[in-house]
Every structure is written in structure tokens, then in C-alpha cells.
């Protein structure tokens, strides 16, 4: 798109411009100033401001899409300043705020048209502005700074949309935006739709396709009711897999605030599908045994959200659990309890979120068939124990439900009966996860949404017991060798168990189902 230059109106030129943009620190936004002025010397641009070298390429892709857009680039030295100074400026979102910032200051529009508006994205040569990673958190820390619109890739408009009372506008090219802001053809405010059939990132297995394995289904629906960690042992092809992938088919809907938390973190990962602003369904990550420690919880030179943060209010799937390395592994063990989990650089930290429920999956042995009924093991004892430590105790500790996954009988594979669906199972989760958020509510302990998260206050005051059960349990303690973090989530677990029942107290047949799902002992 052409413009004709010798009919703009030309306004006397500001001695400085000055545009807002946003970065994105970990999980937060923080307003950028863009300042643009001439300086003495030969013409060229020069940007400051601690810039990596996107943020310096953005000489070349903002001078060319200036001149294809049909304006004049200065011929002049022009000083870009990206404040505060004292923050790394990554990425090309600067493309658009800087070109803007050089078309004020050559007075081809009035300093007053970008008052109390945010600008960020990225421009091709031909002046075309591209999808930028991080809109959500951008357009939240707007509307804290008082900015009252804010101009956005035509292809990021929905993500912003997400944040109420700032008015987005959906911007293609840069030609574009010059003609709204002269008031020669206006962009319209972007509307967002009403149409809620956003397709989930994963599709679940429905758990009436599962054949038998009926104690596996009720340790799972326990496992969904609470949010608690689940660790399933069985030999090779006992449908392991297959369960923990029909695990997100029963987990409760998300709130609007659990589903923006979640937006959040793809928005900044960069991983947001295409068409999919807001995500409606929970995660389900399921990374291969190889990732990398930086991969799995995050990190990097510029830190960025790993695995465990993607699956956060989610389901993260450890197929094959002793065959990631004892590094990765132990590294979860902080995330596990704090829910977050805090990346430290020289440069200084950073927290992501991290609230997942982990599923994971091994095989009892290296050979896998350890105890299994038909085919015999054929490791010897030693490498069976070996095998098996590879997962250490203060990390088998933090998994609420250990369950035995055993092979399936042919009379049951070969049957043509279904069990329950998952939209049954469903109901009595969400009825169980409704009287949680009640409870809770109720108590002043709103940021609590389900009996995994309680801490010891609230296990001290939702989860008593009666004389019976002390009695159990107190045995149990003895017996089982139990540590005191084995005792809460004992009774976290029984608390679950009795809101699937709708008992307002813990009974024994409660606790004693928790209890069951304790790791036995080492095999071997």
C-alpha cells in the first residue's frame, strides 16, 4: 500500500518522540519508552538501551518497511533509546514502536496521537507487522499502567482482547497504522468473537475404551477429584499409557482465571496455536525421557518456561520414569511442593509457575516383566533393585497414589463391554472439586483449588479424624515407616476420597483406601 507524500500534512518536526512498548520478564510485562531524536554525524540509526542483537536488526527491517510503506526515512543520525536502560531488550516487538517513533519525529503526525497508548510488534521489510510472543502479559501490564488502547499484530488481537477495559486494535501493516492515526482510513476495535468451540490441545482417550484395570480407573478418578500425583508400575503394554492419556478426558473445566494463568505462559513460551487466544483445556505434557534439565523446568541464557510450567493447572506425563536422568528428576522436587519454581541467574531470578499434577509411568524392572504372571523376569535381583532406585525417596514421597498395573486377562480384551465413559466419571469429579472450592471459599483460603494444594494449616482443619481413624492411621505410621510429609498427604488423600463419597468426615474406609495407595516396598 502506497501513500502520496505530497499530500500529508506535514507538522513541525519534535525535537524527541516518544512511543510506549512493553518487555516480558519471565512472566511479567514492563513498559518500555521508546525515545527517538536526531543526533550529529553521518545518517544512520543508532539504537541503546542494552538491545540484543534482534532488537539492533531492527535498524534494517524499520528502515525498509518505512520506505515501503510509502514514507520518507530521515536522512539524518537518528539515537534510539530503549528505557529503562537497565533491562534487556529481546526480540523484534520494538520493530513497530521505533518506526513509529521515527515517523513523529520527521513530523508526519503529531506527538499527540500516541498518548496513553502501548505499541509493540514486528515488521517484515515490506511493512507487513508480524505475530509477537507475549501479548497476554503485555496488554495485562497496559491496563496496570493506565494506558487506555493499544495497537497489536492483526493476528495477536484476540490474545490482547483477553484483558478487559483496553481497547485493541488490530494492526496489518504499517501503512495502516499511519493512515488510522492521520485519520485517513480508521482500524476498527477489535471485537472479540463469541464463539467458544476453541479445539483442545490434546484429545483424551475416553476411559470406556479401557479394558479392565478397574482399581487403575478408581485410583485415577481419585487422583483428578484432588489434583494428587500418581505413579503407575506394570510390565510392558499394560496400558499404562493408555490410562494416563484419558486422564485429561475427567479432569475438571478451568476458571477464566486458571484458563488466562495458563494462556500466560504459551503467550510467553511462544506457544500458543494458531486461532487459539485463550486456552479452555487443561495441559497435557508429555516430554521424552531425553529432555534436558533446562527443558523440563526452565531456563536457558534468556530463561524461558519449561515443561513443567506448560503443564501448569495441567497434567505433565513421565512415560518411562526411570529412564529420565536422576538430575531432571530431583530438580522437581521443590516445584513439587512451592508449586513455582525460581530460575537464578547472575543477571538476577525469575518464577514461573508450576502447579501440575504428575502422572508417571515405569516398568517394574529393565527387562520389565518383574512379578509379571506369564513371562518371567530375567533380571537378576540386584539389577532389579538398581532399576528401581533410580527414583529416590524423598521423591517418591511427594506421589499421593502409588498403584500396580497389571496385565490384562484376554477374556477382557476380547469383550465387547464398555465401561464408563469419561463424561460419567467427569460429573463425580467436578461434584467432588465443588465441594473443595465450597470448603474453601468458605474459609478465607481461596487461593487453594483443590485438596493437593492444601498446606498443613488447612490439613489440620479440614482433615481431622475420628478416634477410629487416629487409631488407623497411628498404626499405619509405625508400620509403614511413614515421614510426616507422607502423613499430610495421607490425610489429603483421604480427603479426597471422602468428597467423592459426599462425607463431610473422614471415615476409615477412607483413610484406609489412601493408605492403600502407599508404595509397598521395594521389590527385589
Known amino acids: 500500500m502506497s501513500i502520496d507524500i505530497s499530500s500529508n500534512l506535514v507538522y513541525t518536526p519534535a525535537m524527541l518522540s516518544r512511543v510506549f512498548s512493553c518487555a516480558v520478564i519471565g512472566l511479567e510485562g514492563v513498559i518500555v519508552e521508546v525515545e527517538v531524536d536526531y543526533s550529529n554525524g553521518l545518517p544512520a540509526v543508532i539504537i541503546v538501551g542494552l538491545p540484543d542483537a534482534a532488537v539492533q536488526e531492527s535498524r534494517e527491517r524499520v528502515q525498509t518497511a518505512v520506505k515501503n510503506a510509502g514514507l520518507h526515512f530521515p536522512r539524518h543520525r537518528i539515537v534510539v533509546n530503549l528505557s529503562p536502560a537497565s533491562i534487556r531488550k529481546e526480540g523484534p516487538a520494538y520493530d513497530l514502536p521505533i518506526a513509529l517513533g521515527v515517523i513523529i519525529l520527521s513530523g508526519r503526525l503529531p506527538h499527540e496521537v500516541v498518548e496513553n497508548t502501548l505499541v509493540v510488534g514486528e515488521l517484515s521489510l515490506d511493512g507487513v507487522v508480524r505475530h509477537t510472543r507475549g501479548i497476554l502479559p503485555m496488554a495485562a501490564t497496559a491496563r496496570a499502567n493506565g494506558f487506555k488502547r493499544m495497537f497489536v499484530p492483526e493476528a495477536d488481537a484476540g490474545e490482547a482482547a483477553l484483558i478487559p477495559d483496553l481497547d485493541i486494535y488490530p494492526v496489518r501493516t504499517l501503512a495502516d497504522l499511519y493512515n488510522h492515526l492521520s485519520g485517513r482510513q480508521l482500524i476498527e476495535r477489535y471485537q472479540p468473537s463469541s464463539d467458544e468451540s476453541l479445539e483442545p490441545l490434546f484429545t483424551p482417550t475416553d476411559f470406556s475404551e479401557i479394558k479392565g484395570q478397574e482399581h487403575v480407573k478408581r485410583a485415577l478418578e481419585v487422583a483428578a477429584a484432588g489434583g494428587h500425583n500418581v505413579l503407575m508400575i506394570g510390565s510392558p503394554g499394560a496400558g499404562k499409557t493408555l490410562v494416563a ?128 504372571a506369564l513371562k518371567p523376569c530375567t533380571c537378576a535381583p540386584a539389577m532389579v533393585t538398581k532399576y528401581q532406585k533410580r527414583i529416590s525417596g524423598p521423591l517418591l514421597d511427594r506421589i499421593d497414589i502409588h498403584i500396580e498395573v497389571p496385565r490384562v486377562d484376554y477374556e477382557k480384551l476380547s469383550g465387547d463391554r464398555l465401561g464408563e465413559t469419561s463424561g460419567v466419571i467427569k460429573l463425580r469429579v467436578q461434584a467432588a472439586r465443588d465441594i473443595q472450592n465450597k470448603r474453601f471459599s468458605s474459609n478465607d483460603v481461596s487461593d487453594i483449588v483443590c485438596n493437593a494444594d492444601m498446606r498443613v494449616g488447612e490439613v489440620r482443619q479440614f482433615c481431622k479424624l475420628q478416634e477410629e481413624g487416629q487409631g488407623l492411621m497411628r498404626a499405619a505410621m509405625t508400620q509403614m515407616n511413614l515421614s510426616a510429609r507422607a502423613y499430610h498427604r495421607i490425610l489429603k488423600l483421604a ?30
Open 245 to 372: 492419556r484419558a486422564l485429561p478426558g475427567i479432569l475438571p473445566e478451568m476458571s477464566i482465571e486458571e484458563s488466562l494463568d495458563v494462556t500466560r505462559i504459551y503467550s510467553v513460551a511462544d506457544q500458543l496455536p494458531p486461532g487459539t487466544p485463550l486456552i479452555k483445556h487443561r495441559p497435557f505434557r508429555s516430554p521424552h525421557h531425553t529432555i534436558s534439565h533446562a527443558g523440563l523446568v526452565g531456563g536457558g541464557n534468556i530463561p524461558k518456561p519449561g515443561e513443567i510450567s506448560l503443564a501448569h493447572r495441567g497434567v505433565l506425563f513421565l512415560d518411562e520414569f526411570p529412564e529420565f536422568g536422576s538430575r531432571v528428576l530431583e530438580v522437581m522436587r521443590q516445584p513439587m511442593e512451592d508449586k513455582v519454581v525460581t530460575i537464578s541467574r547472575a543477571k538476577g531470578s525469575l518464577t514461573f509457575s508450576a502447579n501440575f499434577q504428575l502422572i508417571a509411568a515405569m516398568n517394574p524392572c529393565q527387562c520389565g516383566y518383574y512379578g509379571d
Open 495 to 524: 480427603r479426597t476420597i471422602a468428597d467423592l463419597a459426599g462425607s463431610e468426615e473422614i471415615g476409615s474406609a477412607h483413610l484406609a483406601e489412601a493408605l492403600q495407595y502407599r508404595p509397598k516396598l521395594m521389590m527385589g
